[in-house]
């Protein structure tokens, strides 16, 4: 009997998928509009949440973080992972392997998460969230 694990049809997003959605000044907003309006199964980090309400409310203003809050929440099919103790665990393991890449705690931990739930694909345009294998669409 063959017992391969299959990998997950979800997509990990990153921060610069959702900002390039919202934000029509992104160079990739046309393609993640076109992804975003049939989305398969979607998986975050809890610090992708916190790194776009902050990019937004630092790029305009508190009323555009609370829409890119609005719109998180209302994303059909996204499923966000927290972070605590042991994600932070996880995590710092990964900072620390892939020390000479700069890696922040946000990416590491997307890592990780794709790494659990046997992710292949990410939409980012952050080529760090590449470096354990998963395909990046950008």
Known sequence: MDRRIEPSREVYVDTSALIAFLDRSDSYHRLYRRLFSQ??????????????????????????AVEFLNF???LPRLRIEPFDHGQMT?????????ADQALTLADAHGLAIMNRRKIGACWSADRHLGLCGAMLVK
Do not use: K, M
Not at 39 to 61: C, K, M, N, Q
Not at 90 to 98: D, K, M
């Open 72 to 74: 998180v929440d209302e």
């Open 39 to 64: 989305p398969p199964a979607l998986v975050t980090s809890a610090l992708v949440i916190a790194e776009g309400h902050g990019w937004f409310l630092r790029r305009y203003d508190g009323r555009r």
């Open 90 to 98: 996880e995590s710092r393991t990964l900072v620390t392997r892939f």
